[in-house]
């Protein structure tokens, strides 16, 4: 009987995930606002990283920006492939990036 119970919550969870992966894009998704993250050397990448992978999957629609505060060279080839879905600024351009965000938001 037990197993029945197992097998049965396995397969709802399978199919709820099939039914967001087909229709999350239905989902609302928080609209506005910026996501600012701060890379210096590895550190921040992290993070990035996971904000993009919620943009990718439809559950984030916020800018995402990174701010350069020393990077390494694999970080920034790291930030390089994400590109997509991250924007990269200085520490003296992000006072203006967000001036602009906040501008399209008004």
Same mark, same amino acid.
């Given at each position: 009987?037990? !197993?029945?119970?197992? +097998?049965?919550?396995?397969?709802? +969870?399978? +199919?709820?995930?099939?039914? !967001? ?6 989902l ?10 701060f890379?210096?050397g &590895? ?9 993009? !992978?919620?943009?990718?999957v439809g559950?984030?629609?916020?800018a995402?920006?990174?701010? /350069? ?6 970080? &920034?080839?790291?930030? /390089? ?21 906040? /501008?399209?938001? /008004?």
């Open positions: 009987m037990g !197993w029945y119970v197992c +097998f049965g919550t396995l397969a709802a +969870f399978g +199919f709820l995930c099939g039914l !967001w992966a087909l229709a999350g894009w239905l609302p998704g928080g609209r506005g606002g910026v996501i600012v993250c890379c210096k &590895e550190k921040g990448i992290a993070c990035v990283r996971r904000c993009c !992978w919620l943009r990718s559950l984030l629609h916020t995402v920006i990174a701010v /350069d505060c020393g990077m390494t060279p694999r970080a &920034e080839k790291e930030l /390089d492939r994400l590109g997509r879905y991250v924007e990269i600024c200085t520490a003296e351009a992000l006072s203006c990036r967000l001036e602009l965000e906040r /501008d399209q938001l /008004d």
